[in-house]
């Protein structure tokens, strides 16, 4: 492969790591920053509520951050930030039973981060 083909050239690059990191970092961060103050002030059945919107919500808002300034992946980058925003909760929880709903809530992090990514494509498409 070329020097151009990893995505070196013209300002874009096909992947980025750090920012794919620090996107699922802050999208989890988020998903804490949500969910328990809804706990403190609504109790337990908008908590649980909250769970999977923030869960959803917050790796697509990141995903669309990530991918402005991607060239090509968007949708890979995307699934990538709910995968780490996953990835973390799992580590801080590990050795932990986690219910249904939080198993569920993983599978909506990934899913989110990719419609962000889809997101992403489009507007760049559209430019």
């Given at each position: 492969m070329?020097?151009?083909?990893?995505?070196a050239?013209?300002?874009?690059?096909?992947m980025?790591p750090g920012?794919?990191?620090?996107?699922?970092?802050?999208a989890?961060l988020s998903?804490?920053?949500?969910?328990?103050?809804?706990?403190?002030?609504?109790?337990?059945r908008?908590?649980?509520?909250s769970?999977?919107?923030?869960s959803?919500?917050?790796?697509?808002?990141?995903?669309?951050?990530v991918g402005?300034?991607?060239?090509?992946?968007h949708?890979?980058?995307?699934?990538l930030?709910g995968?780490?925003?996953t990835?973390?909760?799992?580590?801080?929880?590990?050795n932990?039973?986690?219910?249904?709903?939080?198993?569920?809530?993983?599978?909506?992090?990934?899913?989110g981060g990719a419609?962000g990514g889809?997101?992403?494509?489009r507007?760049?498409s559209?430019?």
């Open positions: 070329t020097h151009q083909e990893w995505g050239g013209a300002g874009g690059r096909l980025r920012r794919t990191l620090l996107g699922g970092f802050l989890e998903v804490f920053a949500i969910v328990f103050p809804v706990l403190y002030v609504f109790g337990e908008a908590f649980l509520a769970i999977l919107i923030a959803a919500m917050m790796p697509f808002v990141f995903a669309v951050w402005k300034r991607l060239e090509s992946h949708v890979l980058h995307g699934a930030v995968l780490v925003a990835l973390i909760y799992t580590g801080l929880a590990w932990q039973t986690q219910p249904l709903l939080y198993k569920i809530s993983h599978g909506l992090k990934v899913i419609a889809v997101v992403a494509a507007r760049k559209v430019r």
